[in-house]
């Protein structure tokens, strides 16, 4: 990857991230596009260059980190276990970008609870499920082309890239629920234990 592609995925991870900070902390109808381009430190023409609204910058991040996902899948060692590359490749997401470090969280039950409302509204609902719907077929081509298969032909890249997506979903809403005082990493492990085991019904 060239440098000017490296500093357009810098500018548009950290316009993602200012809106996704904003929104949690002000409530989403209380930001404007200017704050979010003011935050990220461009212009407002510049934030429209990326993005055609604040709800497509929140979900972008999560389309974004999809696609990465996506691309370790394809870089990791081909004689390694399918499943073992979806672990290392999903573990590897949650890894905080240097957007994210630059600029942490507050209070964590103030996080949470902004987290919950931001994902209640319509908009954000209706934006993240297109993301989610592209970052699906992200993952499906990456495990097709892992797994010699072929979308439309077969059904197994979809159905994986199905699972993944919903194992990544539940984990994060397990979160959430939770008040972000889990280990997410350790819920993700958790819950990719199960998937490989054929999710068995819980022991009483």
């Not at 209070?107 to 592209?134: C, F, H, K, N």
């Not at 990456?142 to 059904?155: F, H, K, P, S």
């Amino acid at each position: 990857m060239g440098l000017r592609e490296q500093k357009k995925q810098a500018t548009r991870a950290a316009l993602s991230w200012a809106a996704i900070q904003l929104a949690v902390e002000r409530g989403f109808d209380n930001v404007l596009v200017e704050d979010i381009a003011t935050a990220a430190g461009v212009s407002p023409r510049t934030f429209n260059n990326y993005f055609s609204s604040k709800a497509e910058a929140v979900a972008a991040r999560h389309l974004d980190r999809s696609v990465k996902l996506a691309d370790d899948l394809r870089d990791r060692p081909t004689d390694e276990p399918l499943w073992t590359s979806i672990r290392q490749a999903l573990l590897a997401q949650l890894e905080p970008g240097p957007e994210v470090v630059e600029h942490p969280v507050g209070d964590r039950d103030r996080w949470a609870a902004g987290v919950t409302a931001l994902m209640t509204t319509p908009s954000m609902q209706a934006e993240i499920l297109r993301a989610g719907s592209l970052a699906e077929a992200e993952i499906a081509a990456a495990i097709a082309q892992r797994t010699g298969t072929v979308i439309g032909r077969d059904l197994y890249p979809s159905l994986v890239a199905a699972v993944v997506n919903a194992t990544n979903n539940a984990c994060q809403q397990h979160y959430i629920r939770n008040d972000a005082k889990v280990d997410v990493k350790r819920v993700m492990s958790e819950a990719l234990d199960l998937v490989e085991a054929g999710l068995p019904e819980p022991s009483a």
